[in-house]
C-alpha cells in the first residue's frame, strides 16, 4: 500500500509508481493513464495534472506543441480548435470514472520562470492550476463527443 499525502499546497506526495492512482467510488483510476492517452493524442503534449476541488478528482492542464516556431510563451487554444473535440474525445474514452473534472489546453509550454516548471525540471501542478485555473473547462461544459 502507497502512502498518499495532500501538502498544504495541494500537491499530492505519493510514493512510487503508484502515485497516480486515486479511488473515484468503488473504482480505482490510475490518471497517469489518462494523462499519457490524453498526452498520445495530441501528438506528445506536456499533460498536468492538479489536484481537483473533491476527493478523487483531478483537472488537467496541456501545454501542445506550439503551432509555429514563433510561439514561446504559453497562450489559450481558440475555442474553434479541433483539439478541443480532440482532447474531449480522448478523456471521455480513457475516464469512464469522471476523474477528470475539467482540462485548459494551451499552446507553447510552461515554464520555469513564472513557476510553473520547478528547478528540477518537472512541472507543478498547483502553481500551474493557481496561474490557470480561469481558463479551465469543466468537464459537463465541454462539448459533446462527436459533436
Do not use: N
Not at 13 to 18: E, K
Not at 34 to 43: D, E
Not at 80 to 98: F, G, K, M, N, Y
Amino acid at each position: 500500500m502507497t502512502a498518499r499525502t495532500v501538502l498544504p499546497s495541494g500537491e499530492l506526495a505519493l510514493g512510487g509508481r503508484r502515485q497516480s492512482l486515486l479511488t473515484v467510488g468503488s473504482a480505482t483510476v490510475d490518471v497517469g493513464q489518462i494523462a499519457a492517452r490524453v498526452s498520445k493524442t495530441l501528438g506528445g503534449a506536456d499533460v498536468v495534472i492538479a489536484k481537483g476541488e473533491s476527493p478523487g478528482s483531478v483537472f488537467l492542464y496541456i501545454a501542445a506543441q506550439a503551432p509555429a516556431p514563433d510561439v514561446v510563451a504559453t497562450r489559450p487554444v481558440p475555442d474553434a480548435d479541433t483539439r478541443w473535440d480532440q482532447l474531449a474525445e480522448s478523456i471521455e474514452s480513457v475516464d469512464p470514472h469522471h476523474a477528470v473534472r475539467g482540462w485548459a489546453l494551451f499552446d507553447g509550454a510552461f515554464t520555469q520562470a513564472t513557476g510553473e516548471v520547478g528547478p528540477t525540471g518537472k512541472a507543478r501542478g498547483w502553481r500551474i492550476h493557481e496561474l490557470r485555473s480561469k481558463r479551465l473547462r469543466p468537464r459537463v461544459a465541454s462539448r459533446s463527443v462527436g459533436t
